[in-house]
């Protein structure tokens, strides 16, 4: 196991509610990253947390917004669901260290939105 | 091209067999390359890291051609347990994002 743990495993929402997801990172690592999944596509980076600030973002809307905390766990949080946001929502850890893009995934939350 | 792009799968094939995935990369600067291995909904799991020409591990070697920008994964002497969905994984973006390939997905048979 990676020691990435995610919260909650399941979530059903309605449209245009707003969603947090949590992330605990893996002893050490100091670096989390977000990714959305949809069914039969590849993750999709959300954005990244490194110390706290946000250090890369993909191609998604401001609704989707985040927090990194001192102890490096980290929150996602979605504003006025839309169904299309229903996916596979995973967090990963690492350590950013020069060279190093090793990243471990946590078991993901599932998100439906209806 | 596509940032990412993987055989589109499924591949089927008996225990036993040897098999190969490929994937091809946009971004000509890359230098380090992973494969995840992930099982029906699970998350990834890190497979394999290629930084230079490529790895061995096992059943499992990946090659890189830096020219043609491909890796590939060969899988030998398959496993029941070997079938999942293999992801290719390039850090594309800066502060080590990783872009993903839409996966293939790999079903051995007894």
């Known amino acids: 196991e990676t020691g990435v743990t995610q919260s909650p495993t399941h979530l059903i929402k309605t449209r245009g509610q707003q969603v947090t997801l949590r992330c605990s990172s893996q002893?050490?690592?100091?670096?989390v990253s977000w990714y959305q999944q949809a069914l039969g596509q590849g993750p999709q980076f959300i954005f990244q947390y490194y110390r706290e600030e946000e250090n890369g973002r993909g191609n998604f809307p401001p609704r989707f917004s985040g927090l990194q905390f001192p102890n490096y766990s980290s929150e996602l949080n979605v504003n006025a669901l839309e169904l299309d946001d229903s996916a596979l929502y995973l967090c990963?850890?690492?350590?950013?260290?020069?060279?190093?893009?090793?990243?471990?995934f946590g078991p993901g939350t599932r998100l439906t939105v209806t | 091209r596509k940032e990412v792009e993987q055989d589109p799968g499924p591949f089927n094939v008996p225990e036993g067999a040897t098999v190969a995935f490929n994937c091809t990369y946009s971004n000509s600067a890359s230098q380090s390359f992973f494969w995840y291995r992930q099982d029906c909904r699970k998350e990834p799991k890190l497979l394999m890291s290629v930084y230079s020409s490529g790895n061995e591990d096992g059943r499992f070697t990946a090659q890189l051609n830096r020219a043609s920008q491909y890796i590939s994964l060969l899988i030998r002497d398959s496993k029941l347990s070997d079938s999942a969905t293999y992801l290719c994984v390039v850090p594309l973006g800066g502060y080590s994002t990783l872009t993903f390939g839409k996966g293939t997905m790999l079903l051995v048979s007894p």
């Open positions: 990963a850890s690492s350590l950013t260290t020069g060279g190093s893009y090793e990243q471990y």
């Open positions: 002893s050490g690592h100091n670096t």
